[in-house]
């Protein structure tokens, strides 16, 4: 059974940082770009950043662009996010995924971002 399991959500305060682990277990994910997502209260899930299979190439929705880092490590077959400059728009529950998204969603992590 494929399992992605995200964690490192949590409370912070605007303008802090938070980083996010998603691990994949069950099967190895080293040839499929990989993404993270996010999904506020009363909104439809959003892309937020992709990292191909080798992380060199990399992909930020406008929202967080300069704000948050992608970045994958194939050995342990996980895949990050560094959040930096958090704002209180940023706060959702964050997943990750593979492109496109064709694995069952993980439980997601929760991000909360206090004025």
């Known amino acids: 059974q494929v399992q992605l399991v995200e964690s490192g959500g949590g409370l912070v305060q605007a303008g802090g940082s938070l980083r996010l682990s998603c691990a994949a277990s069950?099967?190895?994910?080293?040839?499929?770009?990989m993404g993270w997502f996010r999904q506020a209260p009363g909104k439809e899930r959003e892309l937020l950043a992709l990292?191909?299979?080798?992380?060199?190439?990399?992909y930020y929705a406008d929202s967080v662009k300069g704000r948050f880092t992608i970045s994958r490590d194939t050995a342990k077959n996980t895949v990050y996010l560094q959040m930096n400059s958090l704002e209180p728009d940023d706060t959702a529950v964050y997943y990750c995924?593979?492109?496109?998204?064709?694995?069952?969603w993980g439980q997601g992590t929760q991000v909360t971002v206090s004025s």
């Open positions: 995924n593979a492109d496109p998204p064709a694995i069952p």
């Open positions: 069950g099967r190895t994910f080293s040839s499929a770009a």
């Open positions: 990292v191909n299979w080798s992380g060199a190439s990399t």
